[in-house]
């Protein structure tokens, strides 16, 4: 799944059409607060469902989840505004820095929010970052939350300031590197849902309907 951005009942409605959990699989690939109305029931209620059925769902980690763009977006004054203080949402913000950044299904399928970086050529070196903090304002980790794919070959630069802008040919070498068969990530909104790219080497999933 990909973007949430707070839509709780659109939310229900993923899980009414996809299945009710422990019954389905579910692993989200972040952006859970911000924008919507309603993203401290959205990510409390996914942190539970984390809790009672751990080895069901996964819990990735999105741009959005970090205290500066929280400050930006929304969540933050949700959480003043429904709370009167800043008490959950720092705590939340201490659950998201716990958050793993990435994900591999099957072997076959390369899970993540943004998109892949010039620092990290294989997957073990993922494995060596220190995940643990507020998402740096650049760096491999930055990059994994915030990067685009291109129809430009090679590395570029990013309209969003932040991450990389990354060709087909990097995410080639990157599922060969690594024995994978695709990357699936979201970060991008897509009309349809989803929007394949780079011959079917990357997958952009995006769920929030009302975006």
């Known amino acids: 799944c990909g973007d949430i951005h707070g839509q709780f009942h659109d939310l229900m409605e993923l899980f009414k059409i996809g299945g009710e959990l422990p019954e389905s699989n ?3 690939m972040g952006d859970y607060v911000d924008r919507g109305l309603n993203s401290v029931e959205t990510v ?7 809790v009672r059925y751990k080895e069901r769902l996964t819990l990735l980690r999105g741009n959005h ?4 763009i929280t ?3 929304g969540f933050y004054d949700e959480c003043m505004r429904k709370y009167g203080n800043a008490n959950v949402w720092n705590f939340l913000n201490e659950v998201f820095d716990f958050l ?3 994900a591999v299904v ?3 399928i390369f899970c993540l929010h943004g998109g892949l970086s010039p620092s990290i050529d294989n997957l073990d070196q993922i494995k060596q970052l220190d995940r643990f903090q507020e998402v740096p304002h650049s760096g491999p980790m930055s990059d994994l939350l915030w990067s685009d794919p291109s129809e430009r070959c090679g590395w570029g630069v990013s309209e969003r300031g932040a991450g990389y802008a990354f060709g087909q040919d990097i995410s080639e070498q990157f599922n060969y590197t690594n024995n994978l068969k695709m990357i699936a990530r979201a970060h991008q909104l897509t009309m349809n849902g989803h929007n394949w790219s780079h011959e079917q080497n990357v997958c952009t999933i995006f769920s929030a309907p009302n975006y």
């Not at 409390?44 to 984390?50: E, V, Y």
């Open 26 to 28: 579910y692993l989200f």
């Open 44 to 50: 409390t209620l996914l942190i539970a469902l984390k």
């Open 65 to 68: 989840e970090s205290r500066q």
């Open 71 to 73: 400050q930006t977006y």
């Open 100 to 102: 793993p950044i990435t």
């Open 106 to 108: 099957e072997n076959q």
